[in-house]
Structure formats: structure tokens, C-alpha cells
């Protein structure tokens, strides 16, 4: 009965408010889940990366110093790995739709509770489903919420939502004299630590928010402020296990390739942490975007006002902007300016609550925070210069700390990603002043109309279904702006789809042959290849740096990649001359090729590969080592020769004296003494003769003396397993060959049984030896941080299941609104 009453007592308002604020927080990706195109995922591009093979390399959660935990990686690939393996659907679209709508999902159920939480704090009991709908919806059309969207960083967005409980919880014991509990204080430490997980940007922006909330405090309230600064210390203290392993994986790289525990645990900023660099970022940051929330360095929406739709979409690309790249479209007229002016309704909604006197408090809680955030998003264009070294530049020269400060802070316009979720409970208060202060039912009415109005006119672009246009590619004429949004589904050629189709069941990888900025009519963004992690902070199966597409094929054996991917579809075609070297003089053999869209294999690729002799190159230059594979490739069978930095055959650079017992490699025009022999020469044609005395020889030439057997440079294949638990890897091979692998491992950080390291290659790829049939590679503590990282991320998952699903729902009252959803529709049955 009590069930039934408190069902009974949800409005058929509360549902409707539900339901129609979650189908808006699905309006960026409405289109794609109703098409049957593809969606272009911005950072690891499955499907280039999903057979078997890339499983291996892949980990539930993967983490990486400057960003954080990523978790849109991590979830999308056990999508993945649930799917094609356990269910064996390839659908590729099928499982990028179960993706996005479960993340949005989240996201909405999260920020819904957070803000019920919010308005039962400062007791707010009038006007409760037209003040929460507006501040989700403030939450959702926020411009910086837009860019998270853009660059898939979903990870950041559970983070502030997370953080965002610490806020109020500070809050509820400055308004309502709360005094916290013991598991208040593990819940601070929960939050905090899995906001810096997510990004730890967060963290270190949440210590600045939580200090300028005390400061604030010790002004106005000094009871609450002792009781709240007991509640961030105790908090914080109960978050540093997270915060331990935070860094635990932050300085993993360094630990495991210094022999020093000190050097390791206080690693350098990987960026450069100076006031000229974060200069270099504050571009887009001027006063006038910063409080419209829209200042991002390199956008990943450009901000269009509604006129650019009178406009052919070829003419956009001229239209004028501002920002560089461009971040804001300017076409002439008055719409724009109105437009300009409409996105100043986010900060100035969160300014009318500071009018609030009976919840002023709460609102200088949140604005002066939300002030510091976008002053410190402004990097250099602030007035005061001193301030950015106090927030930005100072804080990176803390000892030990100092280098994850420096490396996830050095560009401060991402500090603007935290204001939304500020800026949205800023927004309860100012909703409930207006109402409050406003009488007649009629003026409400039109006050919350405009607002409505005001932000959706701001922000439109949530609501195309794609976020369009997208950021600048490089490719385009003009200013370069992608005309298709970041959720457009793609719609690429039955030939493309075809090849798609094949790979996402290979066991190997593929690059996909383009230039950096390489754009295709049907898509809104390059399809380059991108590489997966094996271990935290580092990247694997990635080709060699090339300058452009045309390196000979032997950069992709090199790096293990099997498979090439030539498409001629695109914006910017390829030239039939690249096609035809490709196809005829590569040495790959031709899978598919059909409308302008081949597949090639380079049958010998290979994560690891063998040769009972190596090449010793004595250069670190790369250029010159693929010019030397290069020369070699078509005598050795189209497979690279395995360069290995001590022993084998010796190739000298620009000697002033060649002799048989070595090779010789000449990358200028000289005269050159040639000792009495038999000498193979190559550059671009291969020549054998009798040589002896002064000869001239041009850039590129190879000379090979004819007593070297080149049959033993040439490399194979070899059988191996992985296992992601211990990181490492079985190779079975015989006694005394020389190995190496595509993997770029740490240099220092792997540990070879049954076999010596020999260091690495011009190319950073580890060599080895093997003294057994077996060898087994590993990374130095991969099994305890691949155990730390499953043991982390299990406890997450089930703190997020009681938390969000069972808690949090039931007490925001979202369980309430639903099951009586369900019974107002009919679906259960009454008898």
C-alpha cells in the first residue's frame, strides 16, 4: 500500500517533464540512432582497430596522463568485446548506437539527481519540475557542454557531475547546518577521487573550488566554514588511496624505465609549463567569449547563429569568423548580433541569483568559484599576469606533484569544461528567484518562455541531431570548417562498407593511407589511423612518423600493420600515380579493389619478426633508416630488414672509404674510395660489378658488397600469444635468432625470458635475442597494474551501481516517476 501511495502521489507533470528532458538530452544524437550510417569515433577508430588481434590490445580501462581515465574507450570496446564475442554481432552501427545512447543516458539520470539533490537542499517545493527542467536543459545547451560532446569526453562530463556532489554537500552544511557523517566524508573521498579519474584536471580544479567555497565562508559563516573544512580535508585525506593510484599509473612509465624511485615519482611536466605556452592556448580566450562559455583553443563545434541556414553550405566555408581556428561564424546581419548576445543568457541567469537574499549564500558559493574557473580558462588575456602564475604556472613546480599538474594543466581553456555544471546549479537559484519575485501566473509564463527561448536561440546546434558544422579540418578552402556535425552518421561507398566489413573480423590492424587533415565527401572528419593502448602512457602498433602518404610501404611492415587501406572516394582525390605505385611496385598484394577502394596485404607484417642476422645502422636519423629499408626492400623479398642497435651487418653513413666488410650508405654527393671487390649498387636500380678506386656517387645510393648474404636479413613472422592479464607476451622461435618487435615498448621497462635484450632500434622498436625455442616478453609490473587497474575499475562499476542506480534514482525520485509512467501507459494490467 505505502508502494502504491508514494507511486500514486507522482503528477503526470513530473512524467512528462521526465521524459521530454531525456528525449532533449538525445537530440545531438537523434539522427544517427535512427540512421543506418556509421559513426566516425573521435578517438581510437574502430572499426580499424577491432578484430581479434586489436583485443589484445585493448583494456577495459585505459588511462593516459593528460587526459585521465577514458572511460568512452574502455566502455565502447567491452561494447566491443561483449558483442563480437560473446553475441558475434560485427555491426559496427548497432554497437555504437548501444554506446551512445547508455552514455547520454547516464549522463542525463546523473545530472537529473544531482539537481533534485540541489533544489532539496536550499528546500525548494514550488515550481520544482519548470526549475529543475531548466537548469538540466541550461546543463545541456551549455556551449561548453557542446565541445565535451564534440570531442567524446565523456569521462570529464561524469567527472564534474561527480565532483558536483562534494559542491552541495558543502553547501547543505553552510544553508541547513548539516554535520557530516562518517560516510559523508567516504563519499567526499569517493567523488573527489573519481572526478580525478575521470580527468585530473578535475581534481585540481575541485581543490581550487572547494578552497575559494571556505575562504568564502570564513567571511560570512565561520561555523559552517570549520565544519565544511573538516568536511574537504577529511574528504580529500579519504580520497589520496584513489589519488595514490591516480598517480601510481601517471608515473608507471617512469618507474619502470629509471632505476631511481625518486627520479620516477617526481617526472618532469610532459608539457612545458611557461607563461609564453599557455599564451600559445589563450588565443580564443578573450573576455568576450570566455563569459559566453565558448573559448575553446581548437573547437570541436564551430558556434553558428541560426542565419548561417540561409546560407549554401559551400558558401560557409567564407563566411566571416571569429577565432583561430575558427570557433564563432560571423555572417552579416542583424540575426548574428542578436545571436552574440542571446549566449550571454547562461551567465547572466547565474547572476540574477546573487539578487536572491534568502539564498545568497548558497549562490556566492557557487558564482565566485564559477568567476575563478573562467578567469583561469581566459589563460593569458586576464589583467593580472600574477594570476596565472598563481593558478597555472606556480603549482606545476611542486615537488614531487608538480609534473601531473604541469602535464594535464598546461592548457588552461579546458578549465572552462567545469563551469557547466556549475553554471547549472547556479541556475536553480536564479529560475527560483524569478519566479518567486513574479506574482502573476502570465508573467512566469513569459519570463521562463524567454529564457527558454534565449538559450535555445544560443545554442540551436544541440538540436540539429549532429552538432553541425563541425571543427576546422584543414582540408577544406576558406576557413576550413567541416559542413557536417560530429554525429552525422557516415554513408560511405558500398565498396568502403565492404572492405569495413572485412577488417572488423581480422586478426591484424590496418593504417589507412592519408594525409593529416584528409577529408572524404561522405565523412566529416579524416580517416586516419589511430593506435590503441597496451599498457598505460603508451601507444602500440603505430606506423613510424612519415611526412606523407607516399612512403613506401615498408613504414606500415615495419610497424606491423598487415593491412593498407586506399580509398579514392574523397574531397581530395588521390592521384592515379599513387594508386598505381601503390598497387604495382609496393610488393603488398592486392585483397580487394573495387570503385575506387583497395585493400592491400603486406603478407610478411608482423608484431614480431625474425632473421638470424640484423642491420646495425650507425645513425639514429629515421629518414636514413627508411632510405636504407627502402633500397633493401625489393632484395630482400619486400620484407624489412630488422635493424638491431649492436651486432650484424654494419651500414656506415657517408664513409670516406668503402670495403667488403661492410655496407655503405650515402645520403649526399661525394667521391668515395672503394677498396678492391665485387660490390652491389643500388639507387633505384641495382647494379653488381667489379669496383676499385675513386668513384662519385649520388644521394641515396646503397653500395653492398657481393660476399654479404642478404637471404639472412631477410624477416619472418613469428607465431605469438598475448596475455593483457600479465602484459606479456610467448614467442616461439629458435635459438639464436635475432627478434624484433612493431610494439614501441619501454625502453628499460621489458623483461625478456629465454632471451636478451639488445635495446632499441632507430625506430624506438625493442630487439632482442633468443636463447630457447621459447621467449617470453614482458613489461615490467604489468600483472600487479593490470591487476590494480581490474580490482579499481570493478569497484567502480559497483560503487556506480549503488550510488547512481539504486540510490541515487530512488531518492531523486526518478524510480517513482518512472513505474508510474509505466502505469499511466497501460502496461500494467489492473484488475
Do not use: C
Not at 554506446?99 to 549522463?107: N, R
Amino acid at each position: 500500500m505505502n508502494k502504491m501511495k508514494r507511486v500514486s502521489q507522482v503528477k503526470i507533470s513530473d512524467v512528462i517533464s521526465f521524459i521530454l528532458l531525456y528525449a532533449i538530452s538525445l537530440a545531438p544524437i537523434y539522427i544517427f540512432l535512427f540512421s543506418n550510417g556509421y559513426y566516425n569515433y573521435y578517438n581510437y577508430n574502430i572499426p580499424f582497430f577491432s578484430g581479434t588481434e586489436m583485443s589484445w590490445l585493448f583494456y577495459p580501462s585505459v588511462y593516459v596522463p593528460e587526459v585521465g581515465l577514458q572511460v568512452n574507450i574502455g566502455i565502447y570496446y567491452l561494447f566491443l568485446l561483449f558483442f563480437t564475442n560473446i553475441i558475434h554481432i560485427y555491426n559496427v552501427i548497432t554497437i555504437a548506437k548501444f554506446f551512445l545512447f547508455i552514455t547520454f543516458s547516464i549522463i542525463y539520470f546523473s545530472i537529473y539527481i544531482i539537481i533534485t539533490k540541489f533544489m532539496n537542499i536550499l528546500h525548494i517545493t514550488r515550481y520544482r519540475n519548470i526549475i529543475r527542467g531548466v537548469s538540466i536543459l541550461f546543463f545541456f545547451l551549455n556551449p561548453e557542454y557542446l565541445e565535451i560532446l564534440g570531442y567524446d569526453f565523456y569521462n570529464f562530463i561524469f567527472g564534474i557531475i561527480a565532483f558536483s556532489y562534494v559542491i552541495i554537500k558543502i553547501i547543505d552544511i553552510s544553508v541547513n547546518n548539516y554535520n557530516p557523517k562518517k560516510m559523508d566524508y567516504i563519499k567526499a573521498g569517493l567523488s573527489l577521487g573519481f572526478a580525478g579519474m575521470m580527468d585530473p584536471r578535475i581534481f585540481v580544479l575541485g581543490l581550487y573550488i572547494i578552497s575559494s567555497m571556505v575562504i568564502i565562508l570564513v567571511i560570512t559563516n565561520r561555523r559552517s566554514a570549520i565544519k565544511s573544512f573538516k568536511y574537504g580535508v577529511l574528504g580529500l585525506f579519504s580520497s589520496l588511496p584513489i589519488v595514490a593510484y591516480i598517480y601510481y599509473l601517471f608515473a608507471y612509465p617512469s618507474i619502470i624505465t629509471t632505476h631511481s624511485i625518486s627520479k620516477a615519482i617526481s617526472v618532469p611536466s610532459y608539457r612545458p609549463d611557461t607563461y609564453s605556452y599557455i599564451a600559445t592556448w589563450s588565443g580564443n580566450s578573450h573576455l568576450f567569449n570566455v563569459f559566453t562559455f565558448a573559448n575553446f583553443g581548437w573547437s570541436s563545434i564551430v558556434f553558428s547563429p541560426p542565419s548561417i541556414l540561409f546560407y549554401p553550405r559551400s558558401e560557409w566555408w567564407y563566411l566571416p569568423y571569429f577565432g583561430s581556428p575558427a570557433l564563432i561564424l560571423l555572417p552579416h546581419g542583424i540575426i548574428t548580433y542578436i545571436w552574440l548576445g542571446s549566449l550571454y543568457i547562461f551567465i547572466i541567469i547565474a547572476l540574477i541569483g546573487l539578487f536572491d537574499k534568502s539564498k545568497k549564500l548558497p549562490a556566492l558559493l557557487l558564482f565566485v568559484p564559477l568567476f575563478i574557473i573562467l578567469s583561469i580558462s581566459a589563460g593569458t588575456n586576464v589583467p593580472i599576469k600574477q594570476f596565472v602564475y598563481m593558478f597555472e604556472i606556480d603549482p606545476s613546480h611542486i615537488p614531487i606533484i608538480g609534473g601531473i599538474f604541469g602535464t594535464t594543466f598546461a592548457i588552461p581553456f579546458v578549465a572552462a569544461e567545469i563551469a557547466p555544471i556549475l553554471a547549472s546549479l547556479l541556475t536553480v537559484i536564479g529560475i527560483n528567484y524569478i519566479l518567486t519575485r513574479l506574482h502573476k501566473p502570465s508573467y512566469r509564463s513569459i519570463a521562463i518562455t524567454v529564457v527558454v527561448v534565449l538559450a535555445v536561440f544560443a545554442s540551436w546546434q544541440y538540436f540539429n541531431g549532429t552538432l553541425y558544422p563541425s571543427q576546422v579540418t584543414g582540408s577544406f578552402p576558406g576557413n576550413s570548417i567541416s559542413l557536417q556535425g560530429y554525429y552525422a552518421p557516415l554513408y560511405p561507398p558500398p565498396q568502403w562498407v565492404h572492405v569495413m566489413n572485412i577488417l572488423s573480423t581480422s586478426n591484424a590492424g590496418v593504417a589507412y593511407a592519408g594525409e593529416i587533415g584528409f577529408s572524404e565527401k561522405w565523412a566529416h572528419y579524416q580517416f586516419i589511423s589511430h593506435t590503441p593502448f597496451l599498457m598505460p602512457g603508451y601507444a602500440t602498433i603505430s606506423p613510424p612518423p612519415v611526412k606523407y602518404v607516399n612512403q613506401t610501404p615498408v613504414a606500415y611492415d615495419i610497424s606491423g600493420t598487415k593491412y593498407l587501406f586506399i580509398d579514392n572516394t574523397s574531397y581530395t582525390p588521390l592521384s592515379n600515380s599513387f594508386i598505381y605505385s601503390y598497387l604495382n611496385y609496393s610488393g603488398l598484394k592486392v585483397i580487394y579493389a573495387k570503385g575506387d577502394v583497395y585493400l592491400l596485404e603486406q603478407p610478411n607484417a608482423s608484431v614480431f619478426r625474425y632473421a638470424e642476422e640484423a642491420l646495425s645502422i650507425n645513425t639514429t636519423n629515421e629518414n636514413i633508416a627508411f632510405e636504407v629499408e627502402d633500397l633493401l626492400y625489393p632484395l630482400l623479398n619486400y620484407t624489412p630488414a630488422i635493424i638491431s642497435p649492436q651486432g650484424g651487418i654494419k651500414v656506415l653513413v657517408n664513409p670516406t672509404q668503402v670495403t667488403s666488410s661492410y655496407m655503405a650508405f650515402f645520403n649526399e654527393s661525394t667521391n668515395v674510395s672503394i677498396s678492391p671487390g665485387k660490390y652491389i649498387i643500388l639507387n633505384g636500380t641495382t647494379t653488381e660489378k667489379y669496383l676499385s678506386g675513386i668513384i662519385h656517387v649520388n644521394p641515396n645510393t646503397l653500395i653492398i658488397p657481393s660476399n654479404i648474404n642478404l637471404s639472412k636479413l631477410i624477416s619472418y613472422p613469428l607465431n605469438f600469444s598475448f596475455n593483457q592479464l600479465t602484459a606479456s607476451f610467448t614467442v616461439n622461435v629458435k635459438p639464436g635468432y635475432i627478434i624484433e618487435t612493431s610494439l614501441p615498448l619501454p625502453n628499460g621497462g621489458v623483461i625478456a625470458n629465454g632471451g636478451k635484450i639488445l635495446g632499441q632500434n632507430v625506430f624506438g622498436q625493442t630487439v632482442f635475442s633468443s636463447n630457447s625455442n621459447t621467449v617470453t616478453l614482458s613489461i615490467k609490473l604489468g600483472f600487479f597494474t593490470n591487476v590494480l587497474m581490474t580490482a579499481v575499475d570493478i569497484f567502480f562499476y559497483l560503487m556506480f551501481a549503488y550510488f547512481i542506480i539504486y540510490k541515487g534514482l530512488k531518492s531523486s525520485g526518478i524510480t517513482r516517476v518512472l513505474l508510474s509512467a509505466i502505469r499511466n501507459s497501460g502496461f500494467k494490467s489492473s484488475k
